[in-house]
């Protein structure tokens, strides 16, 4: 993959992007723990003539996790972003816990956004501290403890492939194991061990856990652009709830619910479905 890696200033802090492909620029907010070195989904869209545009979001990556005070100075910085390459109208994508960035900037900008999809995203209050998740993610991912967590996993998986995705998996599907495995395909056990490998959490996640709740219903009412919601049927980490909440509140959406084994909706048998979705919508939707 052609990926070019940048940083520029936004408000005296330092804002990491990437730019990958060319042509039709969609904006993407990548999942938690992730960066602007995300891979999942974008193989297509480039192959098909886009170009992604990725900031590492706020305290993930190169960027300051000063900007992550709030999701709106966050924003302030990625519409500064699109000002710095010259961009109008863009798409924009927003991917699991990426999601109350995406739902905060096409409410903030609308005049930018073209058509909105949110992928296994997150649109309203997600991990709490009553929920075991949450104890758990507070305390492998607080930094710096989790660099070693990360690099640890990483260690393991590139030892032992099979027997982390069958541990992990099931962290992402309401599937059994069995199920997940005969879903599975053949490249699922590779893509997990690349993700384990380029994951870091940095000050990120946990500010993506301190700022879902701050979405509010009427936000997603201001959108008026297209938008797709996509989703796992089978996605434990974050509940169909989250993908009915998107749809009943944004204005012009289309619900598409994949039978994939999980969460990462790019993964296994039927995940084609979920690129086919995609470039049929932005084609639909051209700037």
């Known amino acids: 993959m052609n990926r070019r890696v940048d940083v520029c200033r936004s408000e005296d802090q330092s804002l990491e992007y990437s730019v990958a492909g060319e042509g039709e620029p969609i904006l993407v907010m990548h999942g938690g723990h992730s960066n602007c070195y995300e891979e999942f989904g974008y193989e297509a869209l480039i192959r098909q003539g886009y170009s992604l545009i990725t900031p590492s979001r706020a305290g993930y990556g190169g960027t300051s996790k000063e900007l992550g005070s709030s999701l709106t100075r966050a924003c302030r910085a990625y ?44 649109t ?36 032992f492939p099979s027997f982390i995705f069958r541990q992990m998996a099931p962290s992402f599907s309401t599937l059994s194991r069995s199920e997940i495995v005969a879903k599975a395909g053949e490249g699922d056990w590779e893509a997990i061990r690349r993700m384990n490998n380029r994951q870091r959490s940095g000050h990120g996640f946990f500010i993506d856990l301190s700022q879902t709740g701050d979405i509010v219903p009427t936000e997603l009412e201001n959108v008026r652009c297209p938008a797709l919601v996509l989703h796992s049927k089978n996605d434990r980490l974050v509940s169909l709830e989250h993908a ?40 639909g939707n051209r700037i």
């Open 79 to 122: 519409n500064g972003l699109l000002d710095r390459l010259q961009l109008g109208k863009v798409h924009l994508l927003a991917v699991s816990a990426g999601g109350p960035s995406g739902i905060r900037f096409a409410s903030l900008y609308p005049e930018r956004i073209r058509t909105f999809t949110l992928q296994c995203a997150v």
């Open 124 to 159: 309203k209050a997600w991990l709490t501290p009553q929920d075991k998740e949450y104890r758990v993610a507070r305390l492998l991912f607080r930094p710096p403890a989790e660099e070693a967590v990360w690099k640890l996993l990483g260690r393991l998986n590139n030892r």
């Open 244 to 283: 009915f909440h998107a749809h009943r509140h944004l204005p012009q959406s289309e619900l598409r619910l994949l039978d994939t084994w999980g969460h990462l909706i790019w993964l296994g048998k039927g995940a084609e479905e979920t690129d086919e979705a995609m470039l049929a919508f932005l084609r």
